[in-house]
């Protein structure tokens, strides 16, 4: 099993950025596809981006496409998550998750294996 957890949450203005990390410990980052997700106050938890850890190939939800860049470097077990000119509707908790099924449809990533982060709270309002 793996366990992570992430950092780097906090209160930006709207076109700031801030940088979320979300560090692995136990089984290795590197055998697992990578994923980060987003919940607000009565919506429904999202995908927004996710990594493979096979072919290293990438997906964005289009609500953060352009903005948003994830990456990963297993050798440190971290995962990034570069969030660029945020806006108010980007305020949520941010999770991390290990064994997403990462595909270019968010809405099949989730699945009863995933290990998910403890989520970080980001805040973007004036």
């Known amino acids: 099993q793996v366990q992570l957890v992430e950092f780097g949450g906090g209160l930006v203005q709207p076109g700031g950025s801030l940088r979320l990390s979300c560090a692995a410990s136990?089984?290795?980052?590197?055998?697992?596809?990578i994923g980060w997700f987003r919940q607000a106050p009565g919506k429904e938890r999202e995908g927004i981006s996710c990594?493979?850890?096979?072919?290293?190939?990438?997906y964005y939800a289009d609500s953060v496409k352009g903005r948003f860049t994830i990456s990963r470097n297993n050798a440190k077990n971290t995962t990034i998550l570069q969030m660029d000119s945020l806006k108010p509707e980007d305020t949520a908790v941010y999770y991390c998750?290990?064994?997403?099924?990462?595909?270019?449809?968010?809405?099949?990533?989730?699945?009863?294996?995933?290990?998910w982060g403890q989520g970080t709270q980001v805040t973007v309002s004036s």
């Open positions: 136990g089984r290795g980052l590197e055998h697992y596809t």
């Open positions: 998750a290990a064994n997403v099924e990462c595909t270019a449809k968010p809405i099949y990533w989730t699945n009863p294996d995933i290990s």
């Open positions: 990594i493979n850890n096979y072919d290293g190939k990438i």
